[in-house]
């Protein structure tokens, strides 16, 4: 479980975008990306399905997403590394390694249709690899995501219904369950 601080490098704007949250990471491949500011919404990635909610008013409404392939696949790759399995990424990606100050992985992909949307995914790494400390989405054109970690709880309980794909926990449950209701705000 990590709060995190994402920028969003757009060539149209002078200042990136920002928004912050909360990814949930449970092995082998279940994913949750909660944004609670500035807006609220959340993604959750079973290794099956991926489903968005977004808030509207004081209710959730569960969305139809047009990119859930591309989305459920850059979200399996990142449960997949987070794991520590990088076995099944040498199919759909080209994998390279450098240690500048720190590790980083950069995942291309090797399908051109996935290369359309995402055309690299780096993974910035703590020195002794013990955890990611930011995750760069990369896009043709320029444009970019950076993603950085802010806390992290690693092997931490989780409410029972956090991945649910119809009625997941709310966020406060899982904060409150992670982080003991310790949390940055």
């Known amino acids: 479980?990590?709060?995190?601080?994402?920028?969003r490098h757009m060539a149209l704007l002078s200042d990136p975008l920002r928004s912050s949250g909360v990814i949930v990471f449970e092995k082998p491949n279940r994913l949750?990306?909660?944004?609670?500011?500035?807006?609220?919404?959340?993604?959750i990635a079973d290794g099956k399905d991926v489903v968005q909610f977004e808030k509207m008013g004081e209710s959730w409404k569960k969305l139809k997403i047009g990119y859930a392939a591309a989305m459920g696949e850059v979200m399996e790759s990142l449960s997949m590394v987070w794991g520590g399995d990088?076995?099944?990424?040498?199919?759909?990606?080209?994998?390279?390694?450098k240690e500048t100050p720190a590790p980083v992985l950069?995942?291309?992909?090797?399908?051109?249709?996935?290369?359309k949307v995402i055309s690299a995914v780096e993974l910035h790494f703590k020195s002794d690899l013990s955890a990611a400390t930011r995750v760069v989405l990369k896009e043709p054109g320029g444009d970019f995501t950076a993603i950085r970690f802010v806390t992290q709880h690693i092997n931490t309980p989780l409410p029972a219904a956090c991945f649910d794909l119809n009625q997941p926990a709310g966020l406060d449950e899982v904060r409150q369950v992670a982080f003991g209701g310790e949390h940055d705000e």
């Open 1 to 7: 479980v990590s709060e995190f601080e994402q920028d």
């Open 32 to 43: 949750r990306w909660d944004t609670v500011s500035p807006y609220q919404s959340m993604l």
């Open 86 to 97: 990088l076995s099944g990424q040498k199919d759909h990606y080209r994998l390279a390694a």
């Open 106 to 115: 950069t995942l291309t992909p090797r399908d051109a249709g996935m290369r």
